[in-house]
């Protein structure tokens, strides 16, 4: 195919991802989009050409369980090639790292709502110069619990703030945007579905509360500052379980708030390190730990091989 009969193709493609992802009139004015957080840009990479086969986005804090998400994939999947040969996309650049294996890509968030949300108006973005459609979007991760056991993979019906409202507040030019943390329903079904044929990986569907920090913000007793004493903290707590929230972390509601605005299917799966009624620091071994975290993964790859229809 020439490049002119693929970029007459690629505009109409294009118009129609713009008009269902993307938000921002202003972008039609730019002569490139340079994402800066991925180093990648329109005018330097073939973007279609590099993601346009995607059909799954993975995202999570850390850069190292992306790389080692990416090899799963990529095993489970039975693709060609070496898992050696998985690069990090955003080498260039040491803000965030990023993998494409066949129709997945797995990317670093970092830690917290603005970190996350930089990395999500890039990543939105990218989807929608590489002309990409039928998207679900993930967020893997961990999180506390809140009355579930330690290892129990949580999947995510709202993302809640601290006041347990199922929306994220963004100051936007001195004024507040509330946009809803609702998610796709369908999406969050079939993954509890899906659940009950892995073998130990206890799954539950509830409400995630993200807050804006890790201590304090989330009723630690072990903080540099705390201002609330324990039973202050377990009557929060017990608040937040009658309200139907299952985990804690901290970036869901701004992942669920801009996916749904897109029209991102999305869901959020955590699974728990601790269950935070019995304690505040994580305290399990190392290996243990390293088995609670491949739980989302395992369950995330197992709905991914269901979609593309590599198990009955």
Request: with cysteine; charged share 25%; hydrophobic share 40%.
């Amino acid at each position: 195919m020439s490049p002119i009969l693929l970029n007459s193709i690629g505009k109409e493609h294009h118009d129609y991802i713009k008009q269902e992802y993307v938000k921002n009139p202003h972008l039609d004015s730019m002569e490139e989009d340079i994402l800066y957080h991925f180093n990648l840009s329109t005018k330097t990479h073939n973007l279609p050409q590099m993601f346009g086969d995607v059909k799954f986005v993975c995202v999570g804090g850390s850069p190292n369980r992306m790389k080692s998400f990416a090899e799963f994939i990529h095993e489970q999947l039975k693709l060609p090639g070496n898992i050696a040969d998985v690069r990090d996309i955003c080498e260039g650049t040491d803000r965030y790292s990023m993998y494409k294996v066949g129709p997945v890509m797995s990317i670093s968030h970092g830690m917290g709502v603005p970190s996350i949300s930089i990395m999500l108006h890039e990543l939105i973005k990218l989807l929608y110069h590489a002309q990409c459609s039928d998207l679900i979007i993930f967020r893997i991760g961990t999180s506390g619990g809140v009355g579930l056991p330690a290892g129990t993979v949580v999947i995510t019906e709202k993302a809640v703030d601290s006041f347990f409202r199922p929306q994220f507040d963004q100051v936007v030019l001195g004024k507040m945007i509330v946009r809803s943390t609702e998610l796709d329903e369908d999406v969050a079904k079939e993954l509890l579905k899906y659940s009950t044929e892995l073998p130990d990986v206890p799954t539950v569907i509830g409400d995630t509360m993200c807050t804006h920090d890790f201590y304090e913000g989330q009723g630690r007793l072990d903080g540099a500052l705390c201002s609330f004493s324990t039973e202050e903290k377990f009557e929060y707590l017990k608040k937040a379980y009658d309200k139907g929230v299952r985990n804690i972390e901290m970036e869901s509601t701004v992942f669920a708030a801009m996916c749904r605005v897109c029209n991102l299917k999305a869901a959020v799966v955590c699974v728990t390190l601790l269950n935070r009624f019995e304690g505040d620091q994580i305290s399990t071994p190392h290996d243990v730990l390293l088995d609670y975290q491949q739980r989302p993964q395992c369950l995330v790859a197992h709905f991914i091989k269901k979609r593309l229809g590599l198990m009955l």
